[in-house]
Each structure stands twice: as C-alpha cells, then as structure tokens.
C-alpha cells in the first residue's frame, strides 16, 4: 500500500519552512520528482516519502510544497 504524495509550485516559501534542495532529496525522490510535479497527487511507495522527509518545501527550478497524506 502507496501513501498519496503532490508538489505544488509556489511563489512564497514561509520563513518557518524547512526547505530542501532538489540534489538533497533520496534517490527514488528525485527519479519520481519530474512526474510528481506533474500530477495532482500519487500514490508513491515508502522510499519515495522517505527521501522527501524532513522537507516542507523543495527548490528545483521553482519552490514546490511537499504534502504527504
């Protein structure tokens, strides 16, 4: 069983957040982070969750919001 993951582009990341680079992520983050950004929602595997913990937002070419349900 997936657990459902969306990035959202953003233009104002708050002070609080904890932001992390798109090369900081775990490796199955960063091959499924193209596709997420496309989407609005998947349905992802735990490796893919884990390599996004830890971040509230990430900074690829513009800031996405991580949202994991």
Do not use: N, W
């Amino acid at each position: 069983m997936g657990v459902d993951i969306s990035l959202e582009r953003v233009d104002e990341v708050p002070a609080e957040s904890r932001v992390c680079h798109y090369d900081e992520l775990g490796e199955s983050a960063k091959e499924r982070f193209p596709a997420l950004t496309d989407s609005h929602g998947a349905d992802v595997d735990g490796s893919v969750v884990d390599g996004f913990r830890g971040c509230d937002h990430v900074k690829f070419t513009d800031y996405y919001e991580v949202t994991v349900q």
